[in-house]
């Protein structure tokens, strides 16, 4: 990876690289902006699997649930191209985390968008948001921005 990827990348803990697809592009010859939001899915879930929220989901009906995702889209993306999709914890709540996505563009060597998405820690048999508190709360905190 190049210095200037790297240093786009820096402070974000987790990381993912996606090719980007032909079926990716639109109409209009780039790449559509649902796909942006994919990745930053792809990078969610990647860093919700490296704190073992859905392992926990599974065994207590506790995990994530999606409360709000944005994206500001910065330069144009075609085929073909890789992108590195960074993910960090940017704030912890009381029941809630908030992450910040970052997508760099091999081809073009520049940040291509930037996004942000807020989780709630979710209670799925009570219905309702719980508090994120010991090792969990540990976990997230150690890949929080610094």
């Given amino acids: 990876m190049s210095d200037g990827l790297e240093s786009s990348l820096a402070g974000f803990g987790r990381r ?3 090719p980007v697809q032909w079926g990716d592009m ?23 699997d490296h704190l073992g929220l859905f392992k926990s989901a599974a065994e207590t009906g506790i ?6 995702v944005s994206c500001d889209f910065r330069k144009q993306l075609h085929f073909p191209d890789t992108v590195h999709v960074g993910c960090r914890v940017e704030q912890l709540g009381r029941s809630s ?18 996004g942000s998405a807020t989780l709630v820690v979710y209670d799925y048999r009570a219905g309702k948001s719980v508090p994120i508190e010991g090792d969990l709360r540990q976990r997230i905190e150690s890949l929080m921005a610094k």
């Fill in 16 to 18: 993912i690289t996606v």
């Fill in 97 to 114: 985390i908030q992450l910040s996505h970052i997508v760099v563009s091999s081809q073009q060597q520049v940040v291509a968008a930037e």
């Fill in 26 to 48: 639109d109409a209009l010859g780039h790449v559509n902006n649902v796909v942006y939001f994919r990745w930053i899915e792809s990078s969610r879930i990647d860093i919700l």
């Fill in 63 to 68: 995990g994530p649930i999606l409360a709000k």
